[in-house]
């Protein structure tokens, strides 16, 4: 419904505010058949956005098998690494390495990481994947990761 608002305030033609519907309402499909029937309205959202940003529905598959927690912040930092560069591969593997016991926050903490590397100079698959891998060797205490996120890296 708000696809259809938004291209009515746009002036969209009519055919193109059904055919933008009619996409999002595929990729919503999509995001159930990977997530699963117990996906909430938020995750399907979620995993809609990170399959039109170049995730594959096995990606999101795996992650649902990954983490029981709410995965709505994970397919968001996918879908942000994505959109910062990061191909959708390397991207994968980074949240699904961390997926299962990194909480909301520190997978937050982890995408800025990865961010500001980018934003540095690293590439950003290599980027994603040192993240990944100083985040999974950091301990799981509370804060350790936001504090280490906060020293920027060299490239």
């Known amino acids: ?8 305030t746009k ?7 059904v055919a ?28 809609a956005m990170a399959l039109r940003a170049g995730a594959s529905s096995e990606t999101l598959a795996e992650l649902r098998r990954a983490r029981r927690d709410a995965l709505i912040v994970p397919l968001a930092v996918l879908t942000d690494l994505m959109a910062s560069g990061v191909p959708a591969d390397s991207a994968a593997a980074a ?7 990194t909480r909301d926050a ?3 903490a982890f995408r ?6 980018i934003a540095l ?7 994603a994947a040192a993240a990944a891998s100083s985040f999974s060797a950091a301990p799981q205490a509370s804060g350790a990761h936001g504090q280490q ?7």
Do not use: F
């Open 112 to 117: 800025q990481a990865v961010e500001r590397d």
């Open 95 to 101: 949240v699904l390495a961390l997926a299962a016991t």
């Open 106 to 108: 520190d997978l937050v």
């Open 11 to 17: 002036h969209a033609s009519g055919e193109r505010i």
């Open 149 to 155: 996120g906060a020293q920027p890296r060299k490239p």
């Open 20 to 47: 933008a519907v009619r996409h999002l309402a595929g990729d919503l499909g999509r995001a159930r058949d990977a997530l699963g029937a117990p996906a909430s309205p938020a995750e399907l959202n979620a995993g």
């Open 1 to 8: 419904m708000q696809r259809a608002l938004e291209g009515t």
């Open 121 to 127: 100079g690293a590439a950003p698959g290599p980027a």
